[in-house]
């Protein structure tokens, strides 16, 4: 069993960082990725991680902006954003997967609660 707990939300403006943590329990080796989920719309893919660190991934429309990564010595996987923007307005979740990498959400099997981000314009 591997809790998550995710931290770094807050309430920023247009353009400004922020920096999302994952701290997991235990010292399994997972595919980590990002999630969110807007009122009202879908949770959707965001970015992933491999259990290496050496391999990541992102949805379109992040790159460029946001950087996944991890630290294994504090069992922790990061999302750096930057350039955020009012659409960037979500619950960010952060999940685990014991397969590869994807973006299929029902291929995770550890979630934690989710940490809000939003964005003014």
């Known amino acids: 069993q591997v809790q998550l707990v995710e931290s770094g939300g807050g309430l920023v403006q247009d353009g400004d960082s922020l920096r999302l943590s994952c701290t997991a329990s235990g010292r399994s080796r997972y595919s980590t990725a990002w999630f969110r989920q807007a009122p009202g719309k879908e949770r959707e893919y965001v970015a992933a991680i491999s259990p290496s660190g050496g391999s990541t991934y992102y949805a379109d429309f992040v790159k460029g902006r946001f950087t996944i990564s991890r630290d294994y010595a504090k069992n922790a996987v990061y999302l750096q954003m930057n350039s955020l923007k009012p659409e960037d307005t979500a619950v960010y979740y952060c999940?685990?997967?014991?397969?590869?990498?994807?973006?299929?959400?029902?291929?995770?099997?550890?979630w934690g609660q989710g940490t809000q981000v939003t964005v003014s314009s």
């Open positions: 999940a685990a997967s014991r397969y590869v990498p994807t973006t299929t959400i029902s291929e995770y099997d550890y």
